[in-house]
Every structure is written in C-alpha cells, then in structure tokens.
C-alpha cells in the first residue's frame, strides 16, 4: 500500500492530502471517485512505497509543506513555515507575555515568550537534517565526491529513519561508483536489496540503475529501468523512466510508443515535464531538429519553477544540454551558448559522453574544459 501525496480541485475549493493505494493509477482513480478533478500526484511511486512520518501534522498541512519545499529550500521558507502553523501561539504568547508586563511581572512575561522560541529552535534543529540533505544534493550535482560522502556518512549517523538511510546508503553507492569502486558500490547494494525488493516491486532496478548511471554503465542502466517497469506492472513514473532511458541509450521508436501508450494522468506532477524531454529527444534522434527544440524548450520551461531544489539540477543539466545539441543542429549558436553557460558546471560532472563532446565542438569558444 502506497501513500500518494496529491493537489486537487474538489467542489468546495483547492485540495491536499495523501491518499493510500496500491498504485497511483488507483490513487487517482480513488480521488476522482470522490468528485476531485485536475489531480496532481506529486511523489514518485518509490517515495509512496515507503513509510511516511507526516511529524504532527494533519495530512493536508503536510501536504502542503511538502508541495512547498519541492520549489523552495532554506530558512526562509522554513521560518515562514513555521509562523504559518504556529502563528495562534505566538499571538497568546505575545499578548500573555504584554499583559504580564503591565502587571509588572518581567520575569513571567520572559518565560511564556520562551516557549514559541523553544519551540523554534527545536523546529530549527530538526530541518537542519533537511539542509544537509540539500548540500549533499549540491555535492553532488557538482561531482564534489569527498565532500558528498562526508556529508552522507553524517546525516546516516544522525537520522535513523529507515527511508533516510536506504537513501543515503544509495548515495554512497553511487559516490562509490563515480569513484571507481564498483565492488563497493555492489556491495552495498546487495545489502539493501532484500529491504528494496520488500518495499516495492522494481525500487531495487530503478536504484540499481542510478548505481550503474554513476559508472556510467548506460546499457545496464537502460535494461535496469526496463526491469523496473516490469516488475511494478507497468506503472506511470517507472515507464516514462525507461522510455527516457530508451530514447537516450536505446530504440528511439521503442521510447516512442512507450511515450504514446502512457497514462500521463498518473504521474507525479514533475514528471509532466519529462514527457517532452522524452519526445525532444525521439524527435533529435529522428533528425526533426525544430521538433526537438520546442520540445526541449516546453521541458525546461516546466522544470524551472524547481529550479531552486539541488535535487532537480541535473535533470535542468541534461535537459539544457539536449536543447544546446539542438539548437547546434540548427546553427544557433548563440541560443545554444545562453542556455548551456548557466549549467555546465553540473552538466560537465553528468552529460553524456557524445553529448559532452558535441557540446564541447560546437561552443569551444565559450567553454572551458572540464
């Protein structure tokens, strides 16, 4: 039983919450059973598959909150939060805390303003985990292996959560792999696979596959995803995933019809923006260079409104590198420069080898080696 984190429209106004279901195809299908129409699921089927702690919060707030730090991160949005929810406290605190004062009772005014700090700052040391989680994303994106590790061994030493350390066991693998030791890499893994195989069908291939991606493996990373797609029974997020894959490394015909097939209905809402990353690409392959670049264009126009969460930088990347490959097919060199300058710091440490090299041709004017 999966929990699926959704926004929708239902007859009395804007919806959020989580609904539990075997797949999110059933997930959607329950919320339009209860009269919710443009539903957008928001966590990947992997995430659903795994235990969720919503922390105190009612489904609905947690949902937000969640919605929310898809596109922003830091303390800012973090403060911001949390007046949000606990603005009623403040408010008492604040006027209990006046009220005691004109009493002449400094000392108790002091101690109730003490409690929605208090509060503040166990808030405050709790999403210090989910910062550090963020900086082992930015490690990574920009092929910072050591610090990465660092980072990854201190936040399994801290958080006990099991979906916290299954990821951060991952992380390492690939850090592992990128670095050369692929047995280590393996080794890890197969420690984790029975838990993998026992949360989901497919969770095993689908990371696997980034373990293979960070050896730069793109055969097994291709056949990993086809396995995953299979084993979950065809699941939305999991197919677009291979079909990706089969566009890149594969049958760009393959990808096509995986494409055409897709229930696009019950995907994450991120993954909207996959779809015409996949048929730019087809249309790339096939030599529809005008295709591809309007379809890049609408991929990385949809993915920008994420562009602050590290975790999104380096599908931004390679999206942007695809639409540079294209925009050189078609000569425009300067279009093609605007939107690869931005991203080839990140671009550099995850593209493709013959996308790298065509890149590096086409504007060696403006980029420095790497």
Aim: charged share 20%; hydrophobic share 50%.
């Amino acid at each position: 039983m999966g929990q699926f984190i959704y926004r929708a429209k239902s007859p009395s106004g804007e919806v959020s919450g989580i609904e539990e279901a075997d797949s999110a195809a059933q997930a959607v299908s329950q919320l339009q059973a209860r009269s919710f129409t443009d539903i957008h699921l928001q966590n990947h089927v992997m995430h659903a598959a795994q235990p969720l702690d919503t922390h105190g919060l009612s489904e609905a707030e947690y949902a937000r909150q969640y919605i929310l730090f898809q596109s922003q991160v830091g303390w800012t949005v973090f403060l911001r939060m949390f007046l949000r929810n606990n603005w009623g406290l403040w408010l008492i605190a604040i006027g209990s805390a006046a009220w005691l004062c004109w009493g002449g009772n400094g000392l108790w005014a002091s101690l109730v303003l003490l409690v929605p700090v208090l509060l503040m700052a166990w808030g405050a040391w709790k999403y210090r985990d989910a910062l550090l989680f963020n900086r082992i994303l930015e490690h990574l994106a920009f092929g910072r292996w050591p610090e990465a590790m660092t980072a990854v061994e201190t936040l399994a030493n801290r958080c006990k959560d099991d979906g916290v350390q299954l990821e951060m066991a991952v992380h390492e693998a690939c850090i592992l792999a990128r670095q050369g030791d692929e047995e280590g890499a393996g080794a890890i893994m197969a420690i984790w696979k029975p838990v993998m195989e026992l949360a989901m069908p497919g969770m095993f291939h689908t990371l696997d596959a980034r373990v293979s991606l960070a050896k730069r493996d793109f055969t097994a990373v291709r056949e990993s995803h086809r396995q995953a797609m299979e084993a979950s029974g065809g699941d939305a997020a999991l197919t677009l995933d291979y079909a990706l894959m089969e566009a890149r490394y594969g049958s760009a015909a393959r990808a096509d019809c995986l494409v055409m097939e897709l229930d696009a209905t019950s995907l994450p809402e991120y993954g909207l923006s996959f779809l015409p990353w996949v048929r730019g690409i087809i249309a790339l392959r096939q030599g529809k260079i005008d295709a591809a670049v309007m379809e890049l264009s609408e991929a990385l126009a949809g993915l920008q409104p994420m562009a602050d969460n590290p975790a999104i930088w380096p599908t931004l990347a390679m999206v942007s590198g695809d639409l540079g490959v294209a925009l050189l097919k078609r000569q425009d060199q300067n279009r093609a420069a605007k939107a690869i300058l931005p991203v080839w710091p990140v671009l550099s440490v995850h593209g493709d080898p013959q996308q790298l090299a065509t890149l590096r041709e086409g504007l060696a004017e403006v980029l420095s080696p790497a």
